[in-house]
């Protein structure tokens, strides 16, 4: 059986109150490591969902961490969705301000699906996660915009299903990325 993993993280802005005082375009710029704490980070190995969600961020880093390297061996890609330029920086130096070890990795083995997809070009103005789902004919359960609110109002659950729920929208992007040999395209 083929070894990757799927990561997907969800972040929330550390000052809420001051957030939904910004029109949509400013709460933009509020989405970095130092104006947003990670909620929940999602892991998919082998059909499994791992979900750590902890309003405590470290704690939720140092479990993360700790799966993660139970379950990255030797040469395991590590998949995801507009990965390099969010996620994987994001949990970095969330890390880093929270003082927690990371498990080191090797940039090689991450696989960014919206890299492949675009062919290594600039980024679409449109290309969400959402928007490839749609065109492929997959559900949605809303868009990256609610965390936010639901982090508000504790809907712990809700955010637990959405994230499982795009877990589950990359793996089956990574199947069919590879079925079409998109994954193939090199960059050099």
């Given at each position: 059986m083929e070894k990757y993993l799927i990561l997907d993280i969800e972040t929330c802005p550390i000052d809420l109150?001051?957030?939904?005082?910004?029109?949509?375009e400013e709460r933009k710029k509020l989405l970095n490591p130092i104006d947003c704490k990670i909620i929940a980070i999602g892991m998919r190995s082998q059909g499994e969902n791992n979900i750590f969600l902890d309003e405590d961020e470290k704690t939720m880093l140092i479990s993360f961490?700790?799966?993660f390297s139970e379950l990255r061996q030797s040469g395991t890609l590590i998949i995801g969705f507009n990965l390099l330029p969010?996620?994987?920086?994001?949990?970095i130096t969330r890390s880093f301000i929270n003082n927690?070890?990371?498990v080191p990795f090797t940039i090689k083995y991450v696989v960014d699906l919206r890299e492949k997809i675009t062919a290594y070009r600039h980024q679409p103005s449109r290309g969400t996660l959402k928007d490839f789902a749609a065109a492929m004919g997959l559900e949605n359960l809303g868009d990256g915009s609610q965390v936010p609110f639901l982090c508000k109002d504790k809907a712990w659950e809700k955010l637990k299903q959405y994230l499982q729920h795009d877990l589950v929208i990359t793996d089956t992007m990574y199947q069919r990325l590879k079925e079409l040999?998109?994954?193939?395209?090199?960059?050099y």
């Open positions: 109150p001051e957030y939904e005082k910004l029109d949509e961490w700790e799966k969010f996620d994987i920086p994001f949990l927690v070890p990371i040999h998109i994954l193939d395209i090199q960059r």
